[in-house]
């Protein structure tokens, strides 16, 4: 009987050795398929910018792209420039919608073909009525940066209004007042983000309230670009009461994640101490 | 009253002499260690599945719009929806560990040999329930997590030649993990598995108690190496009761069992609850570093490492084949693994092998 197994399994194993062979639509299927790494090489953008035909200025665009907050959102090449990123020989076709790279005055309307509310408010600023006017004032690359050279496209965030980047076109001080007024809002918008963050990773879903804070944020940001700060000041409540509520919602959560914590600790010393007394009970001498 | 109802209990099925035979005179080896408990402490990890899971379906919907916010609405809606749905999820990872300790210690104790051969191949075959428990119930939250891990999990089969693609079709219900992957994982986790796990409990319990529970072979002479060729109940007149003796043990071993699962549900809530496990299944956005669960991870790192696939997936099966048959195969008399070098250097290099391959397979 032994043996008999034996020998079954030492044929089965050489049998199936030598007819299964290479199994390719496994391999390229599943195997080879590290699951999002690799489904990047086949973005024929990516994979032509970082071949070595590629001119070396625009080398470093997927690098700077992979470390952008669009590439965070799975914002990739065609969404912005259009073109097929799955047919090379069609990747940069205007027949399937290339842009390419927008010129310099172009670009407030190339980015707010999504940021449709920022685009609105810009156009009717300072900003935007200088550009327009002159061809060089600031436009969304000038603070946000870009994928060229060493830049990456940065999420949003108050730090982005700096003296260093203001003072090249004007004086910091308007700058200044205008950071002043958004400080707190802010500064409550990304303590949210982190609260958020933390019940992530108690294994909370928070994509319901998330959304709220996203379209706040959004809103909020959106109301800078009119860089008016009596405007922003004027309007600030009305978002720190929206973020009131889901700071409440946060805070709600919170209490019931501490609530359940105590509850499963308290069960958690119930079965101890029943434990321990079965345990006593065992090593009482019996008669 | 209670004497009344207590004697037409016993008029009816003998209330006393079950208690009497089964429990205070039924006797167990004096030096019966505490690794003999981990059947009963399994058994009850069991039946904590089976309650928390009744709980569950009360408000699980099984349709691949409405899974993920079931689950969602059981977290955060339900009073006390989480208390159950952690004690699933945590359980089920704790039970299959007890299950794979309680094989690998009666392994270690020789507790497979003869006449216990078809509680070995009734337990491996329970073990190999268990995992399946665990493959159809990781899909039902319907995660991104659940999803692709299932996706990578199915398609292992597909390195199989001409009834691979089948196979996977048949666990999928097509070429890719859809609603009716969900429908079969569902109707596999809660209506299939649970009678034929059930039917093997009852044929492993049966076997122990016809046979008898086996004695450690450390410490004491084995009684067990004469030749075996008509049945003989093992008994012990001189061992310890049962009741209370060893139930206080396994027992103990239950509440240790249930603190370690609640140890893990208050400090490590998201232990097994990854980014991936909050985010809705998305078939067309696959995630970074998808893997299937812990116990999964040897098995699919070593199909990874193997460059010939159907040679990878035989030696699989080939392993689970002599695993379940090994009684048959294991021919020697010495119960303690302890006096065989050769099999203990065996199953530590096995042991090793898939300490590493889990590690591997992780990272």
Redesign the interface.
Known sequence: ??YL??SL?VI??FS??A?????E???R???S?P???E?AEENACIACHVSDKMEPKLKNIPQNWQMSIHYEN?VSCHDCHGGDPMDAAMSMSRQRGFIGAPKYTEVPEFCGKCHIGILKNYLESGHGKALKKTGKGPNCVTCHGSHKEEQFIQKANIDIINEQRCTKCHSYERAMIMKQALFLTEKKIGELEDNFKRL????????DDEKPLFSTQAEFRALFHTVDVSLVKERTDEFRKRLDIIEKNIHDTLGELRF??N???F??LL??G??VV??L??KTP?E | MFNRIKKWLEVRIGLDDLTRTQLTEYRVPKNVNIFATLGFVALAGYAIQVISGIFLLIYYTPHPDHAFRSV?DI??RVPYG??FR?MHVMGSNIMIAVVMLHMVTVFLMGNYKRPRELTWVGGGLMLLVTLTFGLSGYLLPWTQLSY?ATT?VT??P??F?YV?DFIASLLRGGDYISGITLGRFFALHIAILPPVFLSLIALHIFLIKRIGISATPFGTSDEEKRPLTEYKKKTYPDGSPYY??FF??Q??MV??Y??AM??L??FM??LF?P?E???PANPL??????RPEWYFLAPYQM??LI?????GI??QI?LV??FL?WP??D?QKEKNVFKRPVLRGVFIFLLALWVVLTFWGRY
Request: charged content about 15%; cysteine-free.
């Open positions: 009987m032994r197994f034996i399994l089965l194993t199936s050795f007819v299964g062979g290479y199994k639509k496994f391999e299927e599943f195997m398929q699951w999002a790494g489904q799975n992530k990773k108690e294994g909370v879903f928070t994509a359940r914590k509850f499963s600790a069960i958690l079965f101890t029943m434990g079965l345990f009970i065992s019996k | 969602q977290m955060t989480w208390l952690q692709w990578v398609s292992m597909t390195a030649p691979g209370p003796y206080q043990k027992m103990l509440m240790i249930v603190a609640f140890f549900i208050t809530p998201a609850s980014d496990a909050n985010t956005k696959t995630p970074f570093h998808i199909l990874k460059p010939n696939k159907f040679l035989s030696i080939i084949g002599i048959l048959f195969l021919s």
